[in-house]
């Protein structure tokens, strides 16, 4: 496996590309990749940013604990599917997994998302009610609109402000169970199911608080969640799982662990993907085994991703990296699309996530390669049949309070 790119920005980009190269040289310089004279001061001026934003969080909690600001309840249940760490554990996956089981379950599920990065502006912003998608990629964000695509059936809603997003859903999209995405920051919202997401392969970051590190929050509020879902435990070394549960087991010896992998499922073609006629031309995994593929995406653990390509048994990988949530541009398609020719691969392989983001410019026009969307899928493993009890039991609870 090589990294033969990183974040290339065009010259005179916007301010949305400076920040990513300012993001690209933070998370470098906090993980040991930007040696220099001035790496140790700046680094000594995070962890006092770091110390700040601490205490911070602990005064805002301990102002929750005793009732000084209280949390408000929504007229039904609220799972919270969150994270103390910044970048990728597989959330948005999850959070499609999660919905589909409960949607199944016979119950209207909408999804309250932040919207980050999202074109669009207001309180209330309606991406999906299950049955008709009204934003695009650009103006909700890719997490929502991928979580829109991916679930029919399931509503999708972003604003900053879940509280008013949350009394939208319970009124206007009548919602039995909400799904609070990237919600175990967000105190100011009652829940009744805190489920934290572990990454199995980057766990809990750098140990340090943002912005000398990682962690959202002091690892001691992991007393807070009621279930800790591991996330691609099949890729992580039987001594980062023995870490794992250690350090779990030292702050919070309640809560349920549940472990999880992301199995591939099938390729699509691009052009496919983009028309949303998944399941009639897929191609299969076996395709590319043996051949020397290309990957690129924008993620938050783009090596997991690149990993998983790897044990569908190609030949090589070669990896192209932009920072979480990039947006790509036409000349940076055109860049890749080059370096794939350039390296004789036989194919372009990217995420779903990713996909939503390419111009269509790019998907339909005249590729000399095919670009493949790996599709993924979530299966809870160990613990699965406790998690299902834990949610059918909250459920149960809400039920038996609206009769």
Known sequence: KRV????????????????????????????????????????GVLHIFSVIYGWAVLCKLALYKYGIL???????????????????????????????????????????????????????GLVSDGEKIYMSAAEAGDEAYLLAKSLPKVSVVIGSNRIITGEYAVNELKADVIILD????????????????????????????????????????????????????????????????????QYNKKALVVESIHKPRCFVEIEEWYKGTIGRKNVPLESVHGHKVLAFSAIGNPSSFEQTILDLGVSDVCGVRYVDHHDYTMAEMQYIMQ??????????????????????????????????????????????????????????KQDDAEN
Not at 9 to 16: D, P, V
Not at 110 to 121: D, E
Not at 343 to 352: D, F, N, R, S
Request: charged fraction near 25%; aromatic fraction near 8%; glycine fraction near 8%.
């Open 339 to 396: 370096k794939a020719v350039d390296e004789k691969v036989y194919a372009l392989v990217t995420t779903e996530k990713d996909a939503v983001k390419i111009p269509a410019e790019f998907i339909h026009s005249d590729r000399p390669l095919p670009l493949y969307v790996l599709s993924i899928a979530v299966f809870f493993t160990e613990g699965y049949e406790d998690l299902m009890g834990l949610i059918k039991k909250v459920e149960n």
């Open 4 to 43: 033969i790119g990183t974040n290339k920005l065009n010259k005179g980009g916007t301010s949305m590309r400076q920040r990513e190269e300012i993001q690209l040289y933070l998370y470098r310089l906090i993980h040991g990749e930007e040696p220099g004279i001035l790496t140790d001061f700046l680094l």
């Open 182 to 249: 990237d919600g175990f920051q967000h105190w100011q919202l009652a829940r009744d199911l805190d489920i934290v997401l572990i990454d199995s392969l980057n766990m809990f970051g750098n140990q340090f608080m943002l912005p000398r590190g990682t962690l959202r929050e002091p690892l001691s509020n992991l007393s807070r969640a009621q279930i800790f879902l591991l996330t691609k435990i099949d890729q992580s070394s039987l001594e980062a799982r023995e870490m794992i549960y250690s350090t779990l087991n």
């Open 70 to 124: 209280t949390q408000h309840k929504l007229a039904c249940h609220v799972i919270s599917l969150g994270n103390i760490t910044v970048g990728g554990t597989g959330k948005t996956p999850t959070a499609q997994r999660l919905a589909t089981i409960i949607r199944d379950m016979g119950y209207r599920v909408v999804i309250l998302n932040r919207g980050y990065r999202a074109g669009w502006r207001g309180q209330i």
